[in-house]
């Protein structure tokens, strides 16, 4: 079955200090994709990232960056130098290609809190 | 470009009462889908949408939940005689293709909408 484990509840970081949210997914799919988004406290959904399967390659994104380990069945989202506007809860997401329908399986988020 | 319009953003009902949400996606955007988010915990799927067609209802409440996307108009998440438990935040999202199809563009993330926060008194 299909599943996304976000292990940290909350986090709390000074600014400027590096600070990563763990996910680790399960799935029986080879064909799957995950996201990351950003639900601030005004409460919208933000798209930060998809990846697919096949593509391990981490990416960067300014201070943002991805590592996606499939060996492991994590894609661990860092953010460098942290600042305030990054408090937010963060959500890890997956979706399976052989699912017909292509839902979002999320995690049930990590609160990130950014002190200044 | 509008992105995904949902509406009412807040709404509040009286226990019993009926809500009407209302997602309408982005433009040329045919696949429409409802996920609830209850009080600190994550979103939960609830409905898959195509023009006209209901593809995937696994996530709905079997009572008093309904959803549609007519041809034309918005999708609408129905929910009769509330209770407090359906207390939440309703997001849409939507997509011009399939998510998850093998042959699906990367740069096409599910696209969703600010939500609409139901408190039922």
């Not at chain 1, 460098?80 to 809860?89: E, H, R």
Request: proline share 5%.
């Amino acid at each position: 079955a299909q599943k996304v484990t976000q292990a940290q509840t909350e986090i709390s970081v000074v600014e400027k200090e590096d600070v990563t949210l763990d996910c680790v997914y399960e799935t029986r799919d080879t064909t799957y994709y995950l996201f990351w988004y950003k639900q601030p406290p005004s409460g919208e959904l933000v798209f930060l990232i998809r990846r697919n399967s096949f593509d391990e390659q981490n990416e960067i994104s300014g201070r943002y960056s991805w590592n996606f380990q499939k060996s492991t069945s994590s894609f661990n989202f860092t953010i460098t130098a942290s600042q305030v506007v990054d408090s937010a809860v963060y959500f890890c997401a997956l979706s399976e290609a052989t699912s017909n329908t292509g839902k979002l399986i999320f995690g049930q988020g990590t609160t990130l809190q950014v002190k200044p | 470009n509008a992105g995904v319009m949902q509406n009412p953003r807040h709404l509040v009902r009286r226990r019993g009462q009926e809500a009407r949400l209302r997602c309408s996606p982005m433009k040329g955007h045919s696949h429409v889908y409802w996920y609830r988010q209850l009080p600190e915990e994550g979103l939960k799927f609830m409905v898959y949408l195509q023009k006209e067609n209901i593809i995937d209802e696994s996530g709905m409440p079997k009572e008093r939940f309904s959803a549609e996307f007519p041809k034309e108009g918005p999708s609408i998440l129905r929910i009769q005689q509330v209770v407090r438990g359906d207390s939440a935040a309703y997001f849409c999202a939507s997509s011009p293709i399939k998510q998850g199809a093998a042959s699906s563009s990367y740069n096409s993330p599910l696209h969703f909408g600010n939500g609409t926060r139901l408190t039922v008194t």
